[in-house]
């Protein structure tokens, strides 16, 4: 069976999930169904190979999970019933930039103000370890104060239960939520985790800046940027490789710790939430158990179509046994965009 590494992120009452081959949303909706939508639409580096050179990407994937990220929450909000809070494409990128602009100014102009203080004190490693840990007391503080906010405490949750659902997918379960109980809300591919080790990266790399006045220190910083994003990325990959270097495993330790802030345990309807996202992703590839498994209820289905539950229909035989028993199973509507 061939391996596919799946991500994702939550998404207002809901998650997105994304492969290779394109993208799906679901979204649990006041009634109960779940609404999911399908973006058959490869990621940039897909289309472009050039894209998948090393920093490169990173760079590349950083900007694409920007846009995605507020594509899916902008459509989850409508789904949720918050229509007041659909963006449109003009008010998205208006939206967009105020959030980069309010991101370099809390976490690269503020501390390198700040740090320039401490410079004649501390020396260039110093004053670079300074500015990195104003930074993470900023970002620390930021999201222990949202995850006071009822609706960001649910956000959290279907975090958890994305973490759990592609934990649960790599570990070859058969896919059902009950299975994903099991599993950490924790995971080492989060985007937190790379938000942490641009941290990292930053007070390493701007050590070697040298002594400059402030200003022209955060101007060095901001061009520099998509270098630190893309050597970030580099070294988020490591555990991949490496998952068992203790240097590696050092590195994201502090990811890893973040991430006990910014997930939550999710009860059994968000996983089947995050499970209907996976499983609707364009040419997803199941595990060996669930093919297994379907495989077995297909051949029951085969000799006994009348008693076969409905799921366990191949698809023809599901469309006579519906105009024969009408009972039994939630829906979920399917949106192609």
């Known amino acids: 069976m061939t391996k596919v590494s799946y991500g994702g992120q939550a998404v207002i009452e809901g998650v997105m999930m994304q492969g290779p081959k394109g993208r799906a949303t679901a979204v649990r909706l006041a ?9 058959a639409v490869r990621t940039w580096r897909e289309k472009y190979p050039i894209l998948k050179i090393p920093i490169l990407r990173g760079c590349v994937n ?53 740090g320039s203080f401490a410079a004649p004190y501390v020396g260039n490693f110093g004053r670079s370890f300074t500015e990195g840990l104003i930074r993470a007391v900023i970002f620390l503080g930021y999201v222990v104060a949202i995850r006071q906010i009822p609706d960001i405490k649910r956000l959290f949750r279907y975090h958890g239960a994305e973490h759990k659902t592609i934990s649960c997918y790599e570990a070859g ?8 109980v099991k ?4 995971h080492p591919r989060c985007g937190t985790s790379f938000i942490l080790m641009a941290f990292i990266m930053m007070i390493i790399i701007f050590t070697f800046v040298g002594q400059t ?36 495993k050092a590195l994201v330790a502090p990811g890893l710790w973040m991430q006990k802030l910014t997930t939550a345990e999710p009860d059994l309807a968000m996983l089947e939430v995050a499970m209907s996202a996976l499983k609707a992703v ?23 179509p009348l008693e076969a539950p409905a799921d366990a229909l191949p698809e023809q035989m599901k469309l006579d046994k519906k105009k024969e028993n009408q009972a039994g199973y939630a829906s979920a509507t399917v949106w192609n965009g």
């Open 213 to 248: 006045v402030w200003y022209w220190r955060a101007i060095i910083k901001i061009a520099l940027m998509p270098l630190v994003a893309g050597i970030s990325y580099e070294v988020f990959r490591l555990p991949l490789k490496f998952p068992n270097s203790i240097i590696v």
């Open 31 to 39: 009634n109960g169904e779940i609404n999911i939508k399908v973006d």
């Open 282 to 304: 364009p040419e997803y590839i199941p595990t060996e158990k669930d093919a297994a498994l379907l495989r077995e209820q297909e051949m029951q289905a085969a000799k006994n």
């Open 173 to 180: 379960e058969v896919m059902i939520p009950e299975n994903a």
């Open 62 to 114: 950083l900007v694409e999970s920007m846009i995605t990220g507020l594509g899916t929450l902008n459509w989850s909000a409508m789904q949720a019933g918050e229509e007041e809070e659909q963006l449109s494409k003009t008010e998205m990128a208006w939206a967009m930039l105020f959030a980069l602009i309010l991101s370099v100014g809390l976490f690269i102009v503020l501390p390198v103000f700040v």
């Open 183 to 186: 599993y950490s809300t924790i």
